[in-house]
């Protein structure tokens, strides 16, 4: 079977689309808002430090599903969805209990994830091995003299909950179970897998295209992933945001739950839009 190729023009931009990605935006700059004050806070323990700093990467990936949203990319954000899953699991899980203890221990992560960046590059020729020893000495005396500086305060890193080699030692599954966030495994974290693997799901858009004999490259505009899309940016940035007050004590619990129902009627009003239902 022959197939036609070709890089298509941007299609007209849905205005249900438009609208929802409208009311995320608002839902983005109201939690920044919102959030400021926090900034602001004493940071020189690992919780405070590692809470906020991973708030400001949540805020960073919401604003990169947003441009690729618009620009008729939403299918290819899935993965920056689950980034903002994960990313929402670990700030609640280290506000909930003893978060300098598993500040630390998120922090020391890098020690393993470095050293095997490290020897990646040496394998494929990219580095030195003497060399990428020499900066591995170099990082490793700035880790010992930053434990040595917590220790002298009291606080050691928390011990790992499991064996699976993640930070915690806990699968992304149980890690999501533990702080009372299954639902998102399910609705979320599963879903957008198969984008990151490129699984037979993942590309099931490519093979709609193949069976109709014409491949396009370009902007798209689907209609379901990107309800799921949002949906999982906004549960996410929310539930981080809440957590985040009530750790610095901001008292803007009350502000955040009315954001949370303003987005909630935004996705409700998109899902009975034409988008969602004619699924483009």
């Known amino acids: 079977m022959s197939v036609g190729v070709q890089r298509t023009p941007a299609p007209e931009f849905p205005i249900d689309q438009s609208n929802l990605l409208n009311s995320f935006d608002l839902l983005l700059q109201r939690a920044v808002g919102l959030a400021a004050e926090a900034g602001g806070k004493p940071r020189?323990?690992?919780?405070?430090?590692?809470?906020?700093?991973?708030?400001?990467?949540?805020?960073?990936?919401?604003?990169?599903?947003?441009?690729?949203?618009?620009?008729?990319?939403?299918?290819?954000?899935?993965?920056?969805?689950?980034?903002?899953?994960?990313?929402?699991?670990?700030?609640?899980?280290?506000?909930?209990?003893?978060?300098?203890?598993?500040?630390?221990?998120?922090?020391?992560?890098?020690?393993?994830?470095?050293?095997?960046?490290?020897?990646?590059?040496?394998?494929?020729?990219?580095?030195?091995?003497?060399?990428?020893?020499?900066?591995?000495?170099?990082?490793?005396?700035?880790?010992?003299?930053?434990?040595?500086?917590?220790?002298?305060?009291?606080?050691?890193?928390?011990?790992?909950?499991?064996?699976?080699?993640?930070?915690?030692?806990?699968?992304?599954?149980?890690?999501?179970?533990?702080?009372?966030?299954?639902?998102?495994?399910?609705?979320?974290?599963?879903?957008?897998?198969?984008?990151?693997?490129?699984?037979?799901?993942g590309v099931q858009q490519e093979i709609i295209q193949l069976s109709r004999g014409q491949i396009s490259y370009g902007p798209r505009y689907p209609g379901r992933v990107l309800l799921l899309v949002v949906m999982a940016a906004a549960d996410a940035l929310s539930e981080a945001l809440l957590n985040l007050t009530k750790y610095f004590g901001l008292n803007k619990e009350k502000e955040i739950e009315g954001l949370k129902a303003d987005i909630h009627s935004a996705l409700k009003t998109y899902a009975a839009g034409t988008s969602f239902q004619q699924n483009v």
């Open 44 to 201: 020189r323990s690992p919780g405070p430090f590692i809470i906020f700093a991973i708030f400001v990467r949540l805020v960073q990936l919401a604003r990169s599903i947003q441009a690729m949203a618009r620009s008729g990319y939403a299918n290819e954000a899935q993965p920056h969805a689950r980034a903002m899953v994960n990313a929402a699991v670990n700030l609640i899980f280290i506000a909930d209990a003893e978060s300098d203890a598993r500040g630390l221990l998120f922090a020391s992560f890098s020690q393993k994830r470095r050293a095997r960046r490290a020897e990646s590059l040496v394998k494929q020729g990219f580095l030195d091995r003497k060399r990428a020893e020499e900066l591995e000495v170099a990082e490793i005396k700035k880790d010992e003299e930053a434990l040595k500086h917590q220790e002298e305060s009291g606080v050691k890193p928390a011990a790992k909950l499991g064996s699976a080699n993640t930070w915690t030692g806990l699968s992304d599954q149980d890690l999501m179970k533990l702080v009372g966030r299954s639902d998102w495994y399910d609705i979320y974290y599963v879903p957008f897998s198969d984008a990151v693997h490129a699984n037979i799901v």
